[in-house]
C-alpha cells in the first residue's frame, strides 16, 4: 500500500450567500463524499482542514485548527475562498472570531493565509470579481480576493471559478485539473484566469436557441419562441458550458427553462449586467488593463 499525499484545504467564507458551497455539496459524480472521503486519484487525497459551514464545532476550538494548518504544513496549503472580502472601516463589517478581546477582519484573515498559501482559488462571482457584495453603493469596500490581493502586494498564483453561484463541477473540476497537472499553465485559462475547460467558449455559439437569433425570430416576453436577446439575454458576451453541462444533474438550465443567461460568470455581474430583463449592449461591460508592474489584467469597472 502506497503512502497517500495529503493535499491540504483551507476554505474561507467572506461576504458570501453560502450559495456557492451548497453548490458544491450537491456535486453528484464525484460526490463531496468522494471528494472528502476517498483518493480523488490514486496516492492522493483532499485533506480539507476548515470549511465554517460544513464544520461541526464553532468558536476558538475550530479557529485553532487554522493556526495548526499553517505551522503542520510548511509547503502550503491550496486556500479556497468564498465570497468578497470587506475592506471599510478596517474591515469590521466581516469578522472571524477574536484576538486579544477584539473581532478579527476577514480581510486579515485572508492576508495572512494567502501569503502562505501554494495557490488560491476564488470561489463564486464574489470571491472572483467583487459579486453582489460589492453593487453599488459599496458601503462595505467589498472587493475580489484578486483585487484584495494586488491590493496589498500578494502575488500567488490563483484561479477564479465564477458563477452565482458557480456550477460544482466547475470547482470539483478545478480541484481535479490542480491535483492532476498541478497549477494551469498560462495556455490554459483565460485572460481572467479562469479555466478554458469551463469558459472557454461563449453560452451563445452553444445556444439551443441561436437558431432563431440566425433567423432574426427574437422573443418579446419570456413565455415567447425565439431567441431571449430582447428580453435582456446576456449569453452572447458570457463565457461558460452550461448549454450542454446543465445544471442539477444535467436536467436543465436557465435558457432551457425560458430564463435569460444573466451574465453571472462575468465581472460586473450585477451591476453592469442590470436590468436583468431589458436588452444589453456590449459598450457597458468592464475593460482590462495591463498592469505594467506586475504583468496582471486589472479589471476596469464603474461604468454607469
Known amino acids: ?33 468522494n471528494l ?6 490514486p496516492g492522493k487525497h483532499i485533506n480539507l ?34 465570497g468578497a472580502i470587506p475592506t ?25 493565509l494567502t501569503n502562505n498559501a501554494i495557490a488560491v482559488i476564488a ?29 496589498n502586494g500578494i502575488n500567488k498564483p490563483f484561479v477564479r471559478v465564477p458563477g452565482c453561484p458557480p456550477h460544482p463541477d466547475w470547482f470539483v473540476g478545478t480541484c481535479a485539473h490542480i491535483v492532476l497537472f498541478g497549477l494551469p499553465k498560462p495556455d490554459e485559462v483565460d485572460e481572467l484566469g ?17 437558431g432563431y437569433f440566425d433567423t432574426g425570430r427574437m422573443a418579446h416576453k419570456l413565455s415567447d419562441e425565439g431567441c431571449l436577446y430582447e428580453v435582456g439575454c446576456k449569453g452572447y458576451v458570457t463565457f461558460s458550458d452550461c448549454p450542454y453541462r446543465k445544471w442539477n444533474g444535467g436536467i436543465n ?3 432551457d427553462n425560458g430564463h435569460p443567461c444573466i451574465g453571472c460568470c462575468e465581472p460586473g455581474f450585477p451591476d453592469v ?20 508592474a506586475t504583468g496582471r489584467l486589472i479589471l476596469v469597472t464603474g461604468q454607469d
Request: hydrophobic letters at 40%; one cysteine or more; charged letters at 25%.
Open 123 to 151: 470561489l463564486g462571482t464574489c470571491a472572483s470579481f467583487g459579486g453582489i457584495p460589492s453593487g453599488r453603493p459599496n458601503p462595505t469596500g467589498a472587493m475580489s480576493v484578486v483585487e484584495f490581493m494586488h491590493s
Open 1 to 33: 500500500m502506497g503512502k497517500v499525499a495529503e493535499i491540504p484545504v483551507i476554505w474561507l467564507q467572506g461576504a458570501t450567500c453560502t450559495g456557492c458551497s451548497m453548490s458544491v455539496l450537491n456535486s453528484i459524480r464525484p460526490s463531496i463524499a
Open 194 to 210: 479562469r479555466l478554458k475547460l469551463f469558459y472557454g467558449k461563449l453560452i451563445h455559439d452553444n445556444c439551443p436557441r441561436r
Open 253 to 255: 438550465w436557465c435558457i
Open 49 to 82: 482542514r476548515f470549511h465554517m459551514t460544513l464544520m461541526a464545532g464553532s468558536g476558538e476550538i475550530v479557529l485553532e485548527i487554522l493556526r495548526e494548518t499553517k505551522e503542520s504544513f510548511p509547503n502550503g496549503y491550496l486556500l479556497v475562498i468564498e
Open 36 to 41: 472528502l472521503l476517498e483518493e480523488l486519484f
Open 273 to 292: 449586467m442590470s436590468p436583468i430583463y431589458e436588452r444589453f449592449f456590449e459598450e457597458r461591460l468592464p475593460k482590462l488593463k495591463l498592469d505594467e
Open 88 to 112: 471599510a472601516c478596517e474591515g469590521l463589517f466581516c469578522t472571524v472570531g477574536e484576538k486579544d478581546g477584539k473581532p478579527t477582519p476577514f480581510m486579515e484573515l485572508t492576508k495572512e
